[in-house]
């Protein structure tokens, strides 16, 4: 009943707009100019006025079925020789500074422009057949009515000033149309806006901040193409060419907008993309482009559409992050806040709002496991709460918040995700992609083949590139898509707070995969003389990258021992799969391929220099036995019956494994494992990670640790390296005073802090150029990431794009250029190095590194100058290179 009695209302609406039609296509200039004189002074502005609002009506209702062609145009046609009609009288009577009538005039505007925007006039969305059928009976009435809109705005006069900035986005919305002769005539509007306002008050902020506004709806509704781009910056800059005062200010304006249409039409074309990085990457454009150009409104517009885009796919982190760029904006005051986020957050003042915000962005930091970030917001929060506005329960509220944070650092697994670098290089790419680098964060436990396989989906027309040099000009100026995908390996930067302390595991991990700034990786390249002009390379031997691998697989080790052992809720599988891929002969490739690269007497004849070094790694050799046996001790206690089997197997091949190496290289041993504390299982690996991971691997000397020698090892009697003296802490782990072959690792313990976990003593960092050993070959490049969102008073020009992070936050950076980038070609026959490369960011970081998105990489070179290149051959057939960024 309903729909029959709407549809009857439409019906008898359209009737009596066709006999309405019908009356006003039989009138002439002479039956319009009798009946308009029949109205006074007043009635006829009346008349006008509501005259001009039906018709606006009457064209936005569409009164008439969209596919009843015939009447619409008839309408059309009608409708547009009654305004041209009006608007002659209205320039007779209205025009006089005395007689002006600003509404009536505004009123005409509103409707020529609605007029001429109305769907049933696109002739580009039509057949060619349909189109040319119209364009031969009604013509393009679009111009016509265009063309009279220009007429009547310069008939104004001073008049202008009345309609800026009203009338800009009406007319920016009919400037939109792609129809070029229309664009050519409407588009130099803009200019005598410009200048009507700048001879008023020698600015055009209102004009400039109304079209920045107006564009970003207009052409995310679909509005606007590259071609406008050209014409506006082409016609406002020949308009501008005889205003020599003028042009400065209207050279600036046109930069502005074309970089803004650019990021919005990128924007526009990712939003119906199945890409949600790109989408993501494109909002981060547009909302680093406001922020740059100081339009806070609509930056905090994108800010939400960001938030919005991050928690569809769970990326709570980021949301929170994307949250506290808007709560940055806000005072803990008592002033009013923004109105558009009344509704939104519920609140009105800032220090509501600003709470709020807080709220949300912990909520969201507790499901992305960033405890860390939500305890120093939940202290902001108390410290406002017991200082300033004196709420109590308000206050204890957010101490327990704390107090369960800090319980969930200790107790609860929080897996160390893996870094991609994608390049994305190529003219096939939008620009926003185009030969940048980006470093992305995996999801937990997920491998480099499945995220590459997501990646490539995404562009299935793209070329993989299997090299991770940076390709040539024939790669990134080729019309094609070229991807380049490989593994990263962040380096931890030790917060000052944390260095000389001993710190648990559970807190120093969190550092070693969140707020990083620097990533690393290998590759092997050809041998070649040392790049003089290249600071950031490092060239380390291949004895020297063994070593580093070992430390890091014995890290690993270790760490997930620690875990399992302060969490009986863990899965099993991530132990599994380490522990098998070491032991089982399968699948390890493991010390075996350095025993016969290194352990030989040939070696040793020809780098007689590198004995330490092949002690160290022995030393590590023979430590990951022990640290094996209890990772397998603890994997029997957790393993199901279906994965017994699994199981004996590991255990076999793990007993082969550990009677080779104890033979060769002699037995070290460990705490017992199974002693266990009151509340939490105790680390019994502290004298391990503290004497060899955490001495060796971060001060770079020389691995000390006792042994206690197999008796039938076949190893000559060497003198005892000197034991590491350790700062002595409750609950903190020392080295036997007795040194020898025979001394052994003993773990100290106190009573009043049994409940302590696992630590990791964390020495001083020194000078980077100190810690390469003088025997190295310094050729080293450094990846260094920065946040886009900068602080106030940055001068960098920089680029936020999103990550591919599910839990966790990713680095920000700036856009990619190149510096002596040649292409290296990779032989697998070839002697090859490994080779480090390090890219690194000029400038100061920013402060706050909480504002954290994907990172655009730039490669730099730079040149050193060290004794260490200047005494080391470029040719000694041992040396490596290491990447580092």
């Known amino acids: ?60 209702k569409h009164v008439y079925p ?64 349909k189109r040319n059928k119209i364009l031969a009976k009604y013509g393009d009435m679009r111009r016509l009515i265009g063309f009279a809109i220009r007429d009547m705005w310069y008939k104004l006069g001073g008049n202008k000033i009345c309609f800026i900035p009203g009338m800009v986005g009406p007319i920016l919305e009919m400037t939109l149309i792609p129809e070029e002769e229309l664009r050519r005539a409407t588009i130099p509007i803009f200019f005598d806006m410009m200048q009507c306002e700048h001879t008023l008050s020698a600015h055009f902020h209102k004009f400039e901040n109304e079209i920045i506004l107006k564009l970003d709806h207009e052409v995310e509704g679909g509005g606007g193409d590259e071609r406008y781009m050209e014409l506006l910056e082409t016609i406002l800059l020949e308009c501008a060419v005889e205003h020599p005062l003028l042009r400065p200010e209207v050279e600036h304006f046109v930069d502005l907008v074309k970089g803004l249409l650019v990021r919005l039409l990128d924007y526009r074309t990712v939003m119906s993309d199945d890409s949600l990085n790109n989408r993501m990457s494109c909002t981060v454009n547009l909302l680093n482009f406001y922020k740059d150009i100081n339009r806070e409104g609509m930056y905090i517009r994108y800010l939400y559409k960001l ?60 499901k992305g496991k960033m405890w860390e970030e939500a305890i120093t917001l939940c202290k902001e929060l108390a410290d406002q709460y017991e200082m300033e506005v004196f709420d109590y329960e308000l206050l204890s509220q957010s ?147 063994a070593i580093e691998t070992m430390q890091s697989t014995n890290d690993k080790i270790l760490t997930l021992i620690n875990q399992y052992q302060a969490d009986d809720a863990l899965p099993i599988n991530p132990l599994s799969m380490l522990l098998n891929g070491i032991v089982d002969p399968a699948v390890m490739g493991g010390f075996a391929k350095y025993e016969k690269a290194f352990f030989t007497e040939e070696y040793n004849l020809q780098h007689p220099e590198d004995r330490d070094k092949l002690d160290r790694l022995k030393d590590l050799i023979a430590w990951q036995i022990p640290l094996l046996g209890g990772g397998i001790s603890l994997h029997g206690k957790r393993v199901t019956d279906d994965l017994r089997p699994f199981h004996e197997r590991m255990e076999e091949c793990f007993k082969h494994m550990r009677k080779k190496v104890e033979k060769e290289y002699g037995v070290r041993e460990l705490p017992d494992m199974d002693e266990r504390k009151s509340t939490r299982p105790r680390s019994v690996l502290r004298s391990f990670r503290q004497s060899i991971i955490s001495i060796s691997s971060l001060q770079g000397s020389e691995c000390g640790t006792p042994t206690k020698p197999y008796p039938d090892s076949g190893l000559p009697d060497t003198a005892a390296p000197q034991t590491p003296t350790l700062q002595r802490s409750s609950g903190s782990v020392s080295m036997g005073d007795e040194g020898g072959a025979e ?29 390469l050993d003088s025997k190295r070959l310094s050729k080293k490049q450094e990846f260094r990431s920065d946040t886009n969102l900068s602080e106030p008073g940055c001068q960098r020009n920089v680029f936020l794009t999103n990550a591919n992070s599910r839990s966790l936050p990713a680095i920000t950076g700036l856009s990619l250029s190149v510096a002596n980038g040649s292409e290296e070609a990779e032989s697998a026959r070839s002697r090859r190095d490994s080779k480090s490369m390090s890219v690194c960011l000029p400038g100061d970081r920013t402060a706050d590194r909480r504002s954290k998105g994907v990172i655009n990489l730039l490669f730099g070179t730079k040149s050193i100058k060290s004794e260490q290149q200047d005494n080391k051959s470029s040719t000694d057939p041992s040396n490596k290179k290491a990447s580092h960024f």
Request: aromatic residues 12%; neutral net charge.
């Open 743 to 771: 001394g052994e690792v003993k773990l100290r313990n106190s009573k009043k802090r049994r409940k302590r976990s696992s630590m990791i003593f964390i020495p001083e960092e020194r000078d980077r150029t100190n810690t």
């Open 399 to 545: 101490l327990k918040q704390q107090a369960k944070f800090y319980e969930n650092i200790m107790t609860i697994l929080r897996p160390k995700p893996d870094y991609f670098a994608v390049g994305y290089y190529g003219q096939g790419y939008p620009p926003f992609l185009r030969n940048k680098v980006f470093i992305h964060r995996g999801k937990e436990y997920e491998r480099r083949e499945d995220f590459q396989n997501e990646l490539m989906s995404q562009f299935p027309s793209a070329v993989r590139l299997n090299i991770t040099t940076m390709p040539g000009d024939d790669v990134r100026l080729s019309p094609l898509q070229y991807i380049q995908c490989f593994t990263v390996q962040p380096v931890l930067e030790i917060p000052s707070r944390l260095k000389s302390k001993p710190v648990p595991d559970q807190i120093i991990n969190f550092y070693k995969s969140n707020y990083v700034q620097r990533f690393q990786y290998s590759r092997p390249v050809r041998r070649g003389p040392v790049d003089p002009s290249n600071e950031f390379v490092t060239t380390i031997s291949p004895l020297e990258n």
């Open 1 to 60: 009943m309903e729909q029959w009695k709407k549809g009857g209302v439409e019906m008898k609406e359209s009737r009596v707009v066709a006999c309405m039609t019908a009356t006003l296509s039989q009138m002439d200039d002479n039956h319009y100019s009798c009946y308009l004189e029949t109205f006074s002074g007043t009635d006829l502005v009346d008349f006008l006025m509501e005259t001009f609002l039906l018709f606006k009506d009457l064209i936005g």
């Open 307 to 366: 938030r919005d885009l991050h928690m569809t796919v769970e990326n709570y982190t980021e949301a929170a992050y994307t949250l506290l760029l808007h709560s940055r904006l806000l005072k803990w005051s008592e002033d009013q806040g923004s109105p558009q986020f009344e509704v939104r957050l519920g609140c009105q003042t800032q220090r509501q709002q600003k709470e709020a915000l807080y709220e949300y962005t912990i909520g969201y930091f507790d």
């Open 66 to 129: 969209s596919d009843w062609m015939a009447m619409i145009m008839v309408q059309n046609r009608v409708f547009l020789r009654a305004i041209n009609t009006y608007a002659d009288t209205m320039n007779l009577k209205f025009l006089n500074n005395n007689d002006f009538e600003v509404q009536l005039w505004n009123n005409y505007f509103h409707l020529a422009v609605a007029f001429i925007t109305q769907e049933s006039l696109q002739l580009q969305h039509f057949s060619p057949i």
